[in-house]
C-alpha cells in the first residue's frame, strides 16, 4: 500500500514507529505494535505500528513517521513510501519461550539482547523478557549466556596487559566512595585498573558523580585506553561509552517497577566488567539495615552465584562482606565526598578513618589476588604515592579540582544537634541518602550532608551531629522538612 | 517548574504523555515513566514523562503534550504550565506483588483493574501484571475478582428478567456460526439471550462481522436493552458498548506475544457474560487439530474451570465438547457464513447439516439449563419460528438483507478440485481460515470459502473440494499461491 509521509516531528530515541490512521489499519489488516516494512525508492526500514483515532493526528491515507524513520529513509514530509507486513523479530518467540518456563539456549540469548540493543523490539516485548527472567528466574547457563550477550553487543576496551583489576560494590551504602582510594593505591602498586563507574540513580552521589568534582568523567575509550597505559588506571563514567549499552536498555523497563532478578543483576554488573576486559574482580557486599543486601545469608548466597558466573566467565572473583549498617566516611554528596577521598589520599589527620581503614582492606585483598603482599596497600597510601597517583590520574582526565581546600559544599546549611545527650545507637543509609537528595544531590554537587558522629560515638545535648548543606534556600528548606520525619540518627 | 506547552498534535488514546527536554529532566531529577502532575490554573492532570534527547522534539524549557492533556487542562501551545513530581499508583505496588507470587486480594485487583480501564498505567507496567498473571498463575479467588472487576470498570446491561441466557465458544473451528441460529431458536422459545459477540482478530469472521452482513451490530446500550425487550434476543456488537473495557486493553499486551494465560481467559469470557447479566451460560468448547483446545484432557480441565468459577460469580455454567477436527458449515467468511445461517433458519434443503444439527444440540442443552424439553429446539426450526424471530431480530437492529438470495459472495473465485479420487481424510481449520484471510475475509465481506465437501465425504478425480472467493483479483491470487503451499486437505 502507497502512503503519504507525514513528519511527526518527534524521536523516539528508540525503536522506529508509524503511525497509521484506523481506518487504513483496519483495511490492511494491521494492529497496535504489529511490524511494517516501509520503502522509500531504494531504502528501507521496518517499524512499529501505532494507531491513531483521529485525522488531526494522522489522516487517512497518510503515515505518521518519527525523526528516525525519516532519517533512515532519507524521507521528508509529504514523501511517498510504499508499505509492507513484515513479520516479528524472531526473539519474540524466544521471549515466549522463556514465559513457558523453559530454559534458553546461548544464541537465542544472544538473538534477544542483540534485539534490544539495536531497538528492534518494542517496550512490550522488552518487558515480557524481563518479567520472565524474573518470575522464572535464569540458570547460571542463561546468566554467563546473558553476560557474554552483554558484552558482545557493545564496544569493548581492549588492553594489552595481564591480569586487569576491578571493583564494584552492591551499594545502598551512603557515602562509601571506596573506589577513589583504591584505584590510585592498586595503579600505584603497578596493578592494572581501569575503572568504569556509573552515576546516582536513587543514591546522593555514584562514584562518577564524585569523580566529575575532580575531573572530566566522560571520556571516549581510545582516551581511556592511553589514560590507563600511561597511569595504570582511571575512574571515569561508564555511561560515556556504549559498553554493554543493552544494560540501559533492560534498567529502562525494570525501573517503573523497581525490579532487579538475580540474573539481571548478576549479568549488568560482570558485563560491565568483561567490557573492559578485566580478569580479577572484588565485589564489595556490604550487609546491614538499608543497605541493599540485609543478612549475611543472602550475601553469602549472592558470594556464590558471583563465583559461579565469574568461572563461567573465566574471571577470578573474590567477593568481601562489609558492614553496611551506616554510612562510611563523613561527606554525603558529590563535593563532601570528594574532599573525603583528597583528604584520605593527603593522610590528613582530618580525613574519615572508617573510609581509610575500608580502603586499605579492599586494597589488600586485590593485591592477595595479584599475589601481592597485604602491605604494599598502606605503603602506598602512607608513604603518599598513591595521592601522587591520583593527581597523575586527575590530570590525565582533564583536572577540574586537587585541592580538598579549594571544594566548597553549598552555601546555605543547617545543623542537626542532639536532642539529649547519649550514645548514637543507629545512623539510617536510607534516611541519610534521601535527606541529602533532597538538599538537591547528586545534581547540586555542593548538596549533601557533613556526618561529624558515626555509630556508637556518644554526644553531649546540642552537640552537632551533622550538617546539611544546600546550594538554594528552597531545597535546605524541603531537606530539613523531610529531616523532621525521618531523622534517621536514634540516640540511647 | 514551569515550563512552556507545546502542541504535539498528536493523541495516544491511552495514558497521558508528557514529554520533557533530557536537561530539564535531568535537572528535576525525572526518568522515563515517571509520573508528573501538570497544572494550569485551577486544572491539572497527570502523566507519564517521556524524555526528547533533542531540541527539535522538545526544547528546553519547554513540555511537549498530547491532545488528551490539552484538553484536560484547556491549555494550547505556549501557555506555561506549572510541573511537580507525583507518585505512581498504588497499583503499580500490586503488581509487583503479584510478580514476586504472592495471591493479590480482590480490592488490589479492582483497583489493578481501575487503573488499566483508566489509562492510569503505562504498557510495561500493564504488561508486568500480564506476565505475572501467565507466569505465577491466577487462583480461583483471583481469577473471580479479576472478573468481578472487569464487569464494574464497565457499563452493565441490567433487564428485569430472570434467567438471562448466553452462550461462548472457545473457537479455532472455521464457519461455525451458531450463535446467529441458536439466539433465534431460544429467543423463539421465549428465553432471554441479549447476545454480544466480537468481531474476528484471527479468523475469517467473527459473529459480529457476520451478523453485521444482515443487520447493524453497533448499538447503544440503550437501543440493546429496547430490542431484546421486546424480542428476547440480540446478536451485537460488544465493542460498540462499553461493556468490561479492560479485556480490550489487557488484550492489547497479550497480543504482541500472542499470550493467554488461563485466568485471563476465564475472566475475559465471563466478564463479558456477566457484563449482559447473564445468569446461565453454556460453553462451547471444541477440541481437535487445528481447534483451540487439541485435547479431550484439556478440555474437561476447562470445563472444571469454567464451572468453579462461575459458581464463584454465581452463574450457572454448563459445558459442552464438541467436534473440532474441521471447519462446520459449508461457507467460511461473512457473506458465505450469512448465508449458510438463514438457509439453516430456512430449512431448505441447500443448508449445511453439520451446522444445522450442532445449532439444534447447544440449543437443546441451554433448553435444558432452563428446565424445558430438548424438543423444543427443533420445534422452533422446523416450525419456522426461529426464522420469523431472526427476522424481528434483524428489523429491530436495522435490517440489511434477509434473503439468502440476495448475499452475493466475491466476484473473483476459483475452484480447488481433487488432484485423484479417494475419500478426504482431513480438512484443516487453520489452513481453510488462512486462505480465506488472505482472499480478503472479514473486512472484504464477500471473501472467504465454500466448501462441498466435508471430511469423509469421497470425491472423483477433478471434483470440486471448494471455491475461493475474493472480491477482487489480486487477492483471489494471493490466496491461490498460499493455498498452493497449504492446502490443508489429504485425500487419501
Known sequence: MKLVVKDMDIATGGILIAILNEVDAEKFDLHHEDRIRVKKGSRETVAVVDIAESEKAVPIGKVGLFEESLDALRAVDKDIVDIKMEKKPESVKFIKKKLEGKELTSPEILTIVEDIVKNKLTAIETTYFISASYTKGLSEKETIALTKAMIETGDVLKLERYPIFDKHCIGGVAGNRTTMVVVPILAAAGLTIPKTS?????????????????????????????????????????????????????????????????????????????????????????????????????????????????????????????????????????????????????????????????????????????????????????????????????????????????????????????????????????????????????????????????????????????????????????????????DGIDVK
Not at 564524585?210 to 561508564?238: Q, R
Not at 540485609?294 to 558492614?323: C, P, Q
Not at 604515592?385 to 590525565?396: F, L, N, S
Not at 581546600?405 to 543507629?426: E, H, M, N, Q, V
Open 198 to 486: 556509573s552515576r546516582s540513580i536513587t543514591s546522593p552521589a555514584g562514584t562518577a558523580d564524585t569523580m566529575e568534582v575532580l575531573a572530566d568523567v566522560s571520556l571516549p575509550l581510545s582516551k581511556i585506553k592511553k589514560i590507563v597505559e600511561k597511569t595504570n588506571g582511571c575512574i571515569v563514567w561508564g555511561g560515556a561509552v556504549n559498553l554493554a549499552p543493552a544494560d540501559d536498555k533492560i534498567i529502562k523497563v525494570e525501573n517503573p517497577l523497581s525490579i532487579d532478578s538475580e540474573g539481571n543483576l548478576l549479568a549488568s554488573i560482570l558485563a560491565k566488567k568483561g567490557s573492559v576486559s578485566s580478569t580479577h574482580v572484588l565485589i564489595d557486599i556490604p550487609i546491614g539495615r538499608g543497605a541493599k543486601i540485609r543478612s549475611k545469608k543472602e550475601a553469602l548466597h549472592l558470594k556464590r552465584e558471583f563465583e559461579k558466573i565469574g568461572k563461567g566467565l573465566g574471571m577470578k572473583i573474590r567477593t568481601v562482606i562489609t558492614d553496611g549498617s551506616q554510612p562510611i566516611g563523613n561527606g554525603i554528596g558529590p563535593v563532601l565526598e570528594a574532599k573525603d577521598v583528597l583528604l584520605v589520599l593527603m593522610n590528613s589527620p582530618s580525613a574519615p578513618q572508617d573510609l581509610r581503614k575500608k580502603c586499605l582492606r579492599l586494597a589488600e585483598e586485590m593485591l592477595v589476588m595479584a599475589g601481592k603482599s597485604r602491605k604494599i596497600a598502606s605503603e602506598m597510601l602512607d608513604s603518599g604515592k598513591a595521592y601522587e597517583k591520583m593527581v597523575e590520574i586527575i590530570k590525565a582526565q582533564g583536572e577540574k579540582c586537587i585541592l580538598p581546600a579549594l571544594l566548597k559544599p553549598g552555601k546555605c546549611k543547617y545543623d542537626f544537634t542532639a536532642a539529649k545527650a547519649g550514645r548514637i545507637s543507629r545512623i539510617d543509609n536510607i534516611s541519610i541518602s534521601k535527606i541529602a537528595r533532597i538538599a538537591g544531590a547528586p545534581i547540586d554537587k555542593g548538596a549533601g550532608i557533613y556526618l561529624y558522629k558515626h555509630k556508637d560515638d556518644r554526644v553531649a545535648k546540642g552537640e552537632k551531629i551533622f550538617t546539611i548543606y544546600a546550594e538554594n534556600q528552597q531545597k535546605l528548606k524541603f531537606a530539613v522538612e523531610i529531616l523532621k520525619e525521618i
